[in-house]
């Protein structure tokens, strides 16, 4: 990807100015003196509109156009990624090299796929449904505490005591590493350890998510039996039955 070349100073300002004047259709002469024959091509390919609309303020980080706080912080984050070369969280051209780190780990795909929701915090949690008035209260209904996506997986008690307990088979993060980091607190956790590591976390945050869900649904303990985990030394068991 190398520049094809120079062209003249364009000092038009309006799209109207590349448009023949009582038309709707290009100028192509105009067209030859400011852009490339392979930019020209593709704007020839655009469709001119036959009403006289008015122009209008659109922000182009949503389909709608519209703006809104979340893709605005989003932006926010990539811009200060971009700026940041001591992590390998983005590339020099933005790509976010972390969210390859996840989608490589050995993991099923449905397990893959929770773990992109609870990263763009799209799990159906308390404090979700709470927001989009589906619920009046963001609490907790196991332990009482407020349930976004962090802790619905981490902090709750029934979460807590199957990371424990799993911890004496696989090697996970530090406790004082799962603490609230901010939003992207999954990704920070998948870019800084190794990817052994992740996937037995991200596992197990799959299965304390399943957990949450027949105890607050279902109002039961998960059905007496076991679920297989396969690593490279050993042969883990969780306990379906265990909280």
């Keep these: 990807m190398s520049p094809i070349g120079s062209k003249r100073p364009c000092r038009l300002k309006w799209v109207s100015q590349l448009i023949r004047d009582g038309s709707k259709e290009w100028n192509e002469k105009i067209l030859e003196k400011f852009f490339h024959?392979?930019?020209?091509?593709?704007?020839?390919?655009?469709?001119?509109?036959?009403?006289?609309?008015?122009?209008?303020?659109?922000?182009?980080?949503?389909?709608?156009?519209?703006?809104?706080?979340?893709?605005?912080?989003?932006?926010?984050?990539?811009?200060?990624?971009?700026?940041t070369t001591a992590t390998s969280s983005s590339n020099t051209n933005g790509e976010r090299m972390v969210w390859k780190k996840l989608w490589a780990l050995q993991l099923p795909p449905k397990v893959k796929v929770f773990a992109w929701k609870l990263a763009h915090n799209s799990l159906a949690t308390q404090s979700n449904e709470a927001a989009r008035r589906m619920v009046n209260q963001s609490t907790c209904v196991i332990c009482g505490g407020v349930e976004d996506g962090h802790h619905a997986v981490l902090m709750c008690l029934h979460a807590r005591t199957l990371r424990s307990a799993m911890g004496k088979f696989w090697k996970l993060p530090s406790e004082d590493k799962l603490s609230y980091a901010g939003f992207e607190w999954l990704l920070q956790l998948i870019d800084n350890n190794e990817a052994e590591i992740m996937w037995h976390l991200i596992l197990i945050l799959w299965r304390s998510w399943f957990v949450r869900n027949e105890l607050t649904h279902s109002n039961r303990v998960p059905a007496t039996g076991k679920l297989y985990a396969i690593s490279d030394k050993k042969k883990c068991l969780i306990e379906r039955g265990s909280r």
């Design 37 to 83: 024959k392979n930019d020209i091509d593709e704007i020839l390919k655009i469709k001119i509109q036959r009403g006289h609309n008015e122009d209008e303020v659109a922000w182009h980080y949503e389909k709608t156009g519209c703006f809104s706080v979340k893709s605005a912080y989003r932006l926010g984050m990539d811009w200060k990624e971009n700026r």
